[in-house]
C-alpha cells in the first residue's frame, strides 16, 4: 500500500463517518486490505487496479462514493478519525513498517 498521508486518514474517516459505529472498525481494516491489493495490481500490471484504484487509501475511501470533509466539531467525525487511527496501528503492528507489499506475507 501506499505511504499513508493525511489525505487518506480523513477520506477513510469521512467514508466510514456515515456507518453505524460497531462496523467502522471493520470497514476500516477491508479498505486497508483492498488498498494493499489494489498497490500490488499496480506494482505488478502497471496501472491502477480497476475497482479499487492506485492502491492509496484515499482511492479505496473514494470507492464508496463522493467525499465532503467533515468539521471537527462532529463528534461521530472524530470517533471516525479515531477508528481510522487504531486500525492503521494494529495494521503496522501486525505488518510492519514498511510500506512495500505489506499484507503479502499474510
Known sequence: MW???YGDVIAAATAVRRLVPDVRATAVW???EN???ADRYRKRLG???PRLGNGSLMSVARHGGDLHGSFLSDLEYLRSVDVVIQMLIKWRIRFGTSDANTAAAR
Open 30 to 32: 477491508h479498505m486497508l
Open 3 to 5: 505511504q499513508i498521508m
Open 47 to 49: 496501472r491502477p487496479h
Open 35 to 37: 488498498a494493499d491489493v
